[in-house]
């Protein structure tokens, strides 16, 4: 099993940026999928998930409005597109995905945000 995220790196306040992770070695197609981060100092949160089929979503208040998450069940990948970035979004990003009592994580990519 292996969930490999890419897509991270170093933006301006307000830039936007798409992190990507890709799945292998599990059937894809049946997991919910999840971004979390963690910030220095901080908790890991839950950022948003996606259902199985990719007509569900939810996010945390602080990405409403300016975050998407998508999946494609075809490449076996979940997205994070994340715009009007601030320098609170900083943090490493990681994909899980669940199934019952299944989890995986990826190993994480890094977003900074700063000017």
């Known amino acids: 099993v292996q969930l490999v995220e890419s897509g991270g790196g170093l933006v301006q306040p307000g830039g936007s940026l798409r992190v990507s992770c890709a799945a292998s070695?599990?059937?894809?197609?049946?997991?919910?999928m999840c971004w979390y981060r963690q910030a220095p100092g901080k908790e890991r949160e839950l950022v948003a998930r996606i259902n199985s089929a990719g007509d569900s979503t939810y996010y945390t208040d602080s990405v409403k409005g300016r975050f998407t998450i998508s999946r494609d069940n075809a490449k076996n990948t979940v997205y994070l597109q994340m715009s009007s970035l601030k320098p609170e979004d900083t943090a490493v990003y990681y994909c899980?995905?669940?199934?019952?009592?299944?989890?995986?994580w990826g190993q994480g990519t890094q977003v900074t945000v700063s000017s």
């Open positions: 070695g599990f059937t894809f197609s049946s997991y919910l």
């Open positions: 899980n995905a669940v199934f019952y009592t299944k989890a995986y």
